[in-house]
Structure formats: C-alpha cells, structure tokens
C-alpha cells in the first residue's frame, strides 16, 4: 500500500468526478420508537426514497463496537507477511485481499471477509449445468486468539439485526413481518472489515468505486472520518453520509418498490479509515424474483428470476480475476 503507479494514475482517468454536496439528508431512524406504525412508515419512506438510511437505538451492545473496531485495526497491523497466510483464492472467497493499484483495479483498500455461518454453501461454479456445490469455511489468522471470538460475537449480534430489519421492511411493504425469514434460512451472510489507507492521489482514486451492493440488505458499521457517499435517486447527485456516533448504515436491496441505490467509497490523504459491512445474502438455492403478492398486470415483474449462489459466484469471479467488464449486477436481469 502506498505506491501509486503510472498505469493506476491512467486508469483513474476512467473515474467519475468527484463532484458532491455538502449536505445529507438521509433519513436516520431510531430503532427504539415504541410506536411501530410510526417505525415502518419511517422505514417505507427511507427504502423507497433512499435506499439508504441510518439508525440508532438498534440493539447492538456499544462495547461491541469498540472491540470489533480494535480487532479489526489489530488484524490490519499484522506484518503482510501474516495477512497473506489468509489470502483469499478463487476456490475460498473468504479472508484477507488486498488491492493492486494497477489498471483495472479500482479500489484503494485492503479488506478481511468472514462468513456468519460457518461453513456456507454456494454453486461450485456460475455454469448453471453445474450442480455442485461448495462447502465455505472461513480462515482465521494465527496468534490473534481473541480476534475469533470478537468477530463471532459480532456476527451473532448484527445477524439479529439483520432479521429485524428485514421484518420491518417486510411490514413496511404490507407483508406479514416473517414473508423474507425462509429466503434466509442457510443465508450465506458476510462480514468485511475495509481497511482504507491515507491515499497520495485521493483525488484519482476511489475506496471502493461506484457499486450497488449484491444481497437484500448491507449494514455498515464506519467510523468517523467519512467517505461513503450515496447516489441521490432523485437527481444523481453524490451524497455524502455522514458519520455518526453509535449508528449503522443500513443499504437495502433491489426490488420492485426498493431498489438498491449506487454508493461509492472517496479516500483521502490524512486519515485512513474503517469500515465494516455486513453483506445479507440469502440462501444460495434461492431464486431470486419479485414477490408475486407485489406483482399484478399494472405493475408487473420487472426483473426476470435468477438462481443467487450462481449470480454471486460469478459475480465474485469478476471481482477475483479482476476482469475490465463491471461486476454484474441486478440490472443484468432487468426484463427490458
Ligand atoms: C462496500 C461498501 C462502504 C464503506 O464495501 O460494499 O460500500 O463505507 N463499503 O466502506
Ligand atoms: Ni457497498
């Protein structure tokens, strides 16, 4: 990290301008409000509006932060030697990847993902004739015993979350508040910790560039010195979210009424910062298509269905190999 090469600085030729405001607007939530219509209606008119809100009074024990936040921080300082015996590979996806700032390569960061369930399941390959599947287990470094242990504590509390939400968004739809729990049941949930360094050129290059983000729902612990910045829907302008004490960033999916909203990660020269989501995918075996109570002849499916485990496996190789083409992406299966 730190070394910024020639062909890194002619590929950030490719990167959109970093024009934003200097305003956020994005709805923050307190989870804690007594009055649940208030709180769906909250959350119905965050998820169509935004795509993106905050909320605070969500549950997550406040010490956890601090600890996840330490072990996160204490994982990165390990010489790269260290972070390299976790590597992740094309056959396990989960563990310690760092970015080349070479061409193609869009991201200024070095990441640490590990599964909530342990082991998952996913498609051996994104062929769809090919009926094997993986079993995923995460890798855990060497010499940093309490490093585990926090990470699974974590996961246990933002799964939690997640299923709240979930049942919120549920409700805020007008569905029964358990319609999205059997989409979960072998959910092939991740963590990430982000770790982005101060940037010599934060001007030509991004944390991570513009992305939608894969599962029904990203909860997105960040500290406070800032960077993500949200697509407006209502006229494209970047926004930037602004770091909050005690709040999680919640991005939810694409749908026919909510659809996921574009966001993107800014560096800078001073401070590196931490980050850490957590990606809710559903179970790998799930197709996923707009719900039929949803759809009717004046609003119909405008996304055909799709298999999830061989959306994300192949979404996953791009991102492995490092492919020119952009991610895939929901809009792939757009009917047109
Ligand atoms: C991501 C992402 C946001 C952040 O990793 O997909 O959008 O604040 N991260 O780091
Ligand atoms: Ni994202």
Not at 252 to 261: C, D, I, P, R, T
């Amino acid at each position: 990290m730190g070394e910024v090469d020639q062909t890194f600085i002619q590929a950030a030729d490719h990167r959109p301008k970093l024009e934003t405001i200097e305003f956020d607007g994005i709805p923050l939530i307190d989870l804690s409000t007594g009055d649940i219509k208030v709180l769906v209606s909250e959350i119905a008119d965050a998820c169509k509006n935004w795509g993106f809100f905050q909320v605070i009074n969500h549950g997550v024990p406040l010490e956890l932060f601090t600890k996840i936040n330490i072990a996160a921080k204490t994982f990165f300082d390990r010489p790269i030697e260290e972070k390299r015996k976790v590597k992740r590979d094309e056959v396990n996806s989960y563990g310690y990847h760092e970015s080349e700032h070479t061409k193609n390569v869009r991201d200024w960061k070095e990441v640490f993902d590990f599964l909530i369930k342990d082991p998952s399941f996913l498609p051996a390959s994104p062929d769809p004739e090919d009926k094997e599947i993986r079993t995923l287990r995460n890798q855990w470094p060497e010499n940093l015993p309490e490093f585990r242990e926090v990470c699974q504590e974590y996961a246990r509390e933002l799964e939690k979350l997640a299923y709240q939400l979930l049942e919120l968004m549920a409700l805020s739809l007008g569905l029964p508040s358990n319609r999205f729990d059997s989409y979960f049941e072998d959910h092939t949930a991740m963590i990430r910790f982000n770790h982005y360094p101060p940037c010599p050129c934060p001007e030509l290059a991004l944390g991570v560039g513009r992305h939608k983000d894969a599962g029904a729902l990203t909860i997105v612990a960040q500290d406070d010195v800032g960077g993500l910045q949200v697509k407006r829907k209502s006229d494209g302008v970047w926004v930037p979210v602004k770091p909050t004490p005690n709040a999680l960033v919640i991005n939810v999916w694409s749908n026919e009424a909510y659809e996921s909203v574009e966001h993107r990660v800014v560096v800078n020269s001073e401070r590196e910062r931490f980050s850490i989501p957590v990606f809710f995918f559903p179970s790998h075996y799930v197709m996923v298509k707009p719900l039929e109570e949803l759809v009717n002849e004046q609003n119909p499916a405008k996304y055909k269905e799709y298999n999830f485990g061989k959306f994300f496996v192949a979404r996953s190789r791009g991102d492995y190999k490092k492919l020119e083409v952009e991610d895939i992406q929901i809009h792939d299966f757009k009917i047109i």
